[in-house]
């Protein structure tokens, strides 16, 4: 199949980028970050999540991140709802697509959201029938997709199950994620390709983690099969908390450097993103995690 001319980037970085982060980080800060994804150019940004404290405490000032950004016209800003009590307050916020997110592995449906895969399907389906009445876009994350660092091997017939349920929800996205980076190209081409037999090549994106640095070799893959959304993170910030050994989603700055390269279109600003790479790991007190953005700024600096 031919290769897609235009993508569409999710920046994660503001959620699945610091939910991870040990150290509280400051409102103020998650804020700026959102606000300069937003003026790169990126029409999606993942802002923050609407989940349990107790859970996921970097997360817990998601109401008053949400009141503070400077919203950019024309950009859509994505928060993560497990439950009707975190629709609630995501529509509270006037967030502009919420997420459900499930797994394609008991194990570790279990692990992050305290339930079955099947009662979450019960607890998602009144959330996304809200989202769906108050004219909100609905996405849905697929954890373990590929792998799940608990039971190991997930069968593509799992994957495939919970994505139909997805769509018959109403999902207008659905995002097959590689939570622990296991999957390898052949695996990641044979999964999107079943999943694309139930649902729409339009509505699956893929959510990589580079724990093995295999992302960018997957985006490949999927684009390969008709996939053209793809979730990144600036400087490969990322994980999540309930994924043993998970580390960062693919860098932002190294998916575009490959995209431009190929002349494949994002609207995104590649130097701004170098930029605010830079500085967002500045303000994490560590080095850049991203090949392209450390490139980029050694040769500047040179
Ligand atoms: P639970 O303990 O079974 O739920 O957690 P509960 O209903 O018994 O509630 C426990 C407490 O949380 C109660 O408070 C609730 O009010 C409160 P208490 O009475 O004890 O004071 N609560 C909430 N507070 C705020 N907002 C809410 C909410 N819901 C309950 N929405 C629950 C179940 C789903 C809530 C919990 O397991 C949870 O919050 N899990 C989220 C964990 C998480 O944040 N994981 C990371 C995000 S997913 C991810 O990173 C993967 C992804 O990137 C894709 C990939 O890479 O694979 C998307
Ligand atoms: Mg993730």
Redesign the pocket.
């Known amino acids: 199949m031919a290769l897609p001319n235009s993508v569409k980037i999710v920046e ?1 970085s503001p ?2 980028g610091l ?1 991870n982060e040990k150290a509280m980080i400051s409102t103020a800060i998650k804020v700026e970050l959102i606000n300069r994804l937003s003026q790169a150019g990126f029409k999606n940004v993942e802002a923050t ?8 405490p970097q ?1 817990a000032d998601a109401a008053e991140v949400m009141a503070q950004i400077t919203r950019r016209p024309g950009t859509i800003y994505s928060v ?4 009707i ?3 609630e ?1 995501a529509r509270e916020a006037r967030a502009d697509e919420v ?1 459900i ?1 499930g ?1 394609a592995s008991e194990a570790f449906s279990q692990k ?4 079955s895969i099947a009662e979450s399907i019960d ?1 998602f389906e009144p959330v996304a029938a809200a989202a769906l009445a108050a004219g909100l876009r609905l996405r849905a ?5 590929f792998g799940c660092p608990y039971q190991g091997e997930v069968p593509i017939a799992d994957v495939v199950m919970v994505a139909k349920r997805f769509a018959e929800m109403g999902c207008h996205e659905i ?1 097959i ?3 622990i980076g296991v999957g390898t190209p052949t695996r990641v081409r044979e999964v999107m390709q079943a999943v694309t037999e139930v649902v729409d090549p339009s509505r699956i994106s893929g ?1 990589f ?1 580079d724990t093995y640095g295999q992302s960018l070799a997957n985006i490949l893959a999927s684009m390969e099969v008709g996939i053209s959304i793809f979730h990144t993170s600036v400087s490969g910030l ?6 043993k050994g ?1 580390t960062g ?1 693919v860098a932002t700055e190294d998916v575009l450097f490959m995209l431009n390269g190929m002349g494949i279109e994002t609207g995104i600003d590649f130097d701004a993103v170098v930029e605010i790479g830079q500085w967002m790991s500045a303000q994490l007190n560590r080095a850049g995690g991203s090949r392209a953005g450390n490139a980029i700024t050694a040769k500047r600096h040179a």
């Open positions: 994660v959620r699945d939910q999540s609407f989940v349990s404290p107790k859970w996921t997360m993560l709802t497990p439950n009590k975190g629709f307050a997420v997110f797994a992050n959201i305290n339930c607890r994350a697929l954890s373990c997709a995002d994620a590689d939570t959510h983690h990322g994980g999540c908390p309930y994924a998970a989603n």
